[in-house]
């Protein structure tokens, strides 16, 4: 059922542009491209509209954790971005003098995600990464130039329940309009969203907002750093350093009320605040790439979804960069849309579906920004007693392993409602196997497959839904499996690699390398059924052999599925 309904802009017009695709994406920054390419990957036709006619050329986000990378492991772009991008060991927090105050490290060796806990990267080399697939993907169509003015709901298909919505953009070589048909629309045009502004959705104010300087340097003598994020805890001015990767290097800035920017940005200024880092006082030896002021604000829209248009990224929420999730949190929006939108499309789920898509991500997204104003309050907050209080606390903190570990730690809270099962329904964990839990994502543990193949556990689900068991499946198994598109995994626990795995036409025959204790529930007596969405978050632990899917109520459950685009 349709949340809302759209303005009619675009009634007894007809579309002058392409109108094959099935979903409409506003932004071909790096949640916009991920988002396309996860739909098109599970068959459905997209255009990606972008206003700029090139993408942007300067360094912005700068890290992203264990579990995004997975994501970009969906669409194919992981490897590479480990070989531009380079682990972190952490966080430091530093007092006024620069002595550390606190040290929260991150093992880059952690396994749980399959990939380095914390990992600094440019920007523009993993734009690149998506862009070179979307220029090579058959089923997405990128239009830059386009500045979208106008975006209306034209009615249902007719005989079915999908709608169909018109998008107006303008092109900026002539000022011609065009009109564009699609299901649905994605606004992932950033902070200033025109889609937003054009749906009349408003922003809450969380209550923070700060100007930052934000200087991005090169330079060819290699600067004293440790591996990590460097926090500068100075009530006087706050301040950030890292090196982000290979000869670049980052510094942020806290800026004082009513403080001028244009003081701190002259050659001298600036020579001054990097001095405590660099050893001298001027810019000698440094290439500034970029140096601006940003306002630091943490925003969250009050709704994510109209009718058939969403908001993603900076447009449905904003956070300040204290814990390293603003285009993490973006990514996963994307990822967690992607999947619904194209079990609908594809007729595997009813419309209902995507209801879900706000009730997960929205509550998800506050909580990562209250976190990250905690934090930022935290390291820079406050002058006077407010900063005695928060040194007391880091004090606590670091004596605290537990605590510790916990505020090092890059895993997000798991979902507690949306497209899973009821509680009343989910087998209850032991508690020692805290890793393996509903609305959390399964560990992207390796395996080894029939022919002694080693893989990630991502890599062979391949972003598809799965069911794992730990007993050999019954043919009733398999057979309902394969009528609900599930792919079906007998994952068993480590074994000698002398050990033959038999694999069977109806699952996959696989091993845990090393430890299975995360994994212990699938084994548990051979009865437990682990059912995975294809972003790999669980969706249901039970004794059923088979649960019912959470995400298909109402939805006809075709032989074969095929998509052809819009008609």
Request: glycine share 10%; hydrophobic share 40%.
């Amino acid at each position: 059922m349709i949340a809302a309904r759209l303005p009619d802009l675009t009634a007894g017009t007809e579309p002058t542009g392409e109108s094959r695709n099935g979903v409409i994406v506003v932004g071909a920054g790096p949640v916009g491209c991920t988002v396309a390419l996860l739909l098109a990957d599970r068959g459905i036709a997209v255009t990606l509209l972008e206003r700029y006619a090139d993408p942007h050329p300067l360094p912005r986000a700068v890290h992203l954790d264990d579990e995004v990378a997975r994501i970009l492991g969906r669409v194919g772009v992981v490897r590479a971005f480990l070989r531009r991008s380079r682990p972190a060991t952490g966080l430091r927090l530093l007092d006024a003098d620069h002595r550390v105050m606190a040290e929260f490290p991150r093992d880059p060796g952690s396994e749980k995600n399959g990939y380095p806990p914390a990992n600094m990267f440019d920007q523009p080399d993993l734009e690149h990464l998506l862009l070179d697939r979307i220029a090579d993907h058959p089923l997405v169509t990128l239009q830059r130039g386009q500045e979208v003015v106008g975006i209306g709901e034209v009615g249902d298909e007719p005989g079915g329940p999908l709608p169909v919505v018109r998008v107006q953009a303008r092109r900026a070589e002539d000022g011609q309009l065009q009109t564009l048909t699609g299901r649905y629309v994605l606004a992932c045009d950033g902070a200033n969203s025109t889609i937003r502004e054009q749906l009349g959705v408003a922003m809450d104010d969380l209550k923070f907002t700060e100007r930052w300087l934000v200087v991005d340097v090169r330079t060819g003598a290699a600067l004293d750093s440790w591996g990590g994020v460097e926090q500068v805890c100075d009530p006087a001015r706050a301040a950030t350093f890292m090196r982000v990767v290979g000869d670049r290097y980052r510094w942020e800035f806290q800026l004082r009320d009513g403080e001028d920017e244009a003081d701190l940005l002259r050659p001298d200024a600036l020579g001054r605040l990097l001095a405590p880092w660099t050893g001298r006082t001027d810019l000698d030896g440094l290439e500034v790439v970029r140096s601006a002021v940003y306002t630091f604000r943490a925003r969250l829209a009050r709704r994510f979804r109209i009718g058939p248009a969403f908001l993603l990224g900076d447009a449905a929420h904003l956070t300040p960069p204290f814990i390293g999730q603003g285009l993490g949190a973006g990514l996963r929006d994307a990822d967690n849309l992607a999947w619904k939108l194209a079990e609908v499309l594809t007729a595997r789920a009813a419309p209902g579906l995507l209801d879900s898509y706000e009730a997960e991500r929205r509550p998800h997204a506050r909580a990562m920004i209250r976190k990250a104003v905690l934090v930022g309050w935290a390291m820079t907050g406050g002058q006077d007693g407010a900063a005695v209080v928060r040194r007391f606390a880091l004090a606590a903190a670091v004596r605290t392993p537990r605590l510790r570990a916990r505020i090092a730690a890059s895993e997000t809270p798991r979902l507690k409602s949306g497209a899973m099962q009821r509680r009343s329904a989910i087998q209850r964990i032991a508690p020692g196997t805290p890793s393996l839990k509903v609305g959390g994502l399964v560990p992207n543990v390796e395996v080894r497959t029939a022919d002694d193949t080693r893989v990630r556990l991502d890599d062979l689900l391949a972003g598809r839904a799965a069911l794992l068991t730990g007993r050999r499946p019954e043919p009733q198994l398999e057979a309902g499996c394969e009528r609900l598109g599930l792919l079906l995994v007998r994952i068993r626990p480590s074994q000698p690699a002398a050990v033959s795995l038999r694999g069977d036409p109806g699952y996959v025959d696989v091993a845990v390398v090393g430890d299975a204790g995360r994994l212990q529930p699938v084994f548990d007596a051979g009865r437990t059924a682990v059912l995975l969405r294809p972003d790999g978050v669980v969706a249901a632990v039970t004794r059923r052999s088979l649960p019912r899917l959470p995400w298909d109520e109402g939805a006809p459950i075709p032989s074969t599925v095929a998509y052809g685009g819009m008609p």
